[in-house]
């Protein structure tokens, strides 16, 4: 899970970006070691009883829609021949007008932008349309998040985008339900785990990148060693919100059920 790849981010998303230069060298690392980059649609068929993967495959995932993914991701991956899926925020892009919704942390794509990446063969998914937290807010604003996202996707990009990540990782049995009733095939949380089938297609877990991770990091984690110890401190906190959400979504249940 990749958000923000640009030399100089600024303060709001510097955490969660990376370096260009360190994106490159990790691109190259996954050639060398024999791993093959595919969408997630396509890790969701194989799954569902689709066509066969590469023998290595990895799914590379990219949450919001910054605009440095047309000036940074995109020109790395075409010359590589690689693909990708990049989860759109809708409401954020630079020329949502009457559609903005949310607060951006950072420049983003426009709506042309976007389809020339997806052009360029890099699948597009949905990220809310204001990146709202889904698990936070009641049934009506979460269905117009995750309906308003779906169709301005399909009316402006021309087809159905069905794979989905959700805005800062957070989901419920309540909000995967209504993920799959709004038509999305499939879904990506962060959890920093391996994705399992286990897991189910609303709740596959991703391993975070950062400005942090090391050459060394990246190599074990795409191999799936040492990820537990990567990632002790963002489990801990991983904990700490769900115990946070949980209290909140019962506070509001709690209220309406008093009204």
């Known amino acids: 899970m990749y958000h923000s790849v640009r030399a100089d981010p600024p303060a709001g998303t510097a955490a969660l970006s990376v370096h260009p230069d360190a994106f490159a060298a990790q691109l190259d690392a996954l050639a060398e070691l024999g791993l093959t980059p595919v969408p997630f649609s396509a890790l969701l068929a194989r799954w569902s009883?689709?066509?066969?993967?590469?023998?290595?495959?990895?799914?590379?995932?990219?949450?919001?829609?910054?605009?440095?993914?047309?000036?940074?991701?995109?020109?790395?991956?075409?010359?590589?021949?690689?693909?990708?899926?990049?989860?759109?925020?809708?409401?954020?892009?630079?020329?949502?007008?009457?559609?903005?919704?949310?607060?951006?942390?950072?420049?983003?794509?426009?709506?042309s932008q976007l389809a020339e990446i997806e052009s360029a063969g890099v699948e597009v998914g949905g990220h809310s349309h204001s990146h709202a937290a889904l698990d936070a807010v009641d049934r009506r604003a979460m269905r117009d998040e995750l309906v308003r996202c779906r169709d301005l996707l399909e009316e402006r990009l021309g087809r159905p985008e069905r794979?989905?990540?959700?805005?800062?990782?957070?989901?419920?049995?309540?909000?995967?339900?209504?993920?799959?009733?709004?038509?999305?095939?499939?879904?990506?949380?962060?959890?920093?785990?391996?994705?399992?089938?286990?897991?189910?297609?609303?709740?596959?877990?991703?391993?975070?990148?950062?400005?942090?991770?090391?050459?060394?990091?990246?190599?074990?984690?795409?191999?799936?060693?040492?990820?537990?110890r990567h990632f002790l401190g963002d489990h801990a906190l991983t904990k700490g919100y769900a115990v946070v959400r949980r209290t909140r979504t019962f506070a509001r249940s709690r209220g309406r059920s008093l009204r």
């Open 163 to 228: 794979v989905f990540g959700y805005p800062f990782g957070y989901s419920d049995a309540g909000v995967r339900a209504a993920v799959r009733a709004a038509g999305w095939t499939g879904a990506c949380v962060v959890a920093n785990k391996l994705a399992r089938r286990s897991q189910g297609p609303y709740q596959l877990a991703r391993l975070t990148i950062r400005r942090g991770t090391t050459d060394t990091a990246f190599r074990q984690l795409v191999q799936g060693c040492s990820v537990t």
């Open 49 to 111: 009883g689709g066509a066969p993967l590469p023998e290595r495959p990895v799914v590379l995932t990219f949450d919001d829609g910054y605009a440095d993914f047309h000036s940074e991701v995109l020109p790395r991956l075409v010359h590589r021949g690689l693909t990708a899926t990049l989860f759109a925020t809708t409401g954020w892009l630079a020329d949502a007008g009457r559609d903005r919704a949310g607060e951006r942390l950072d420049d983003t794509l426009t709506w």
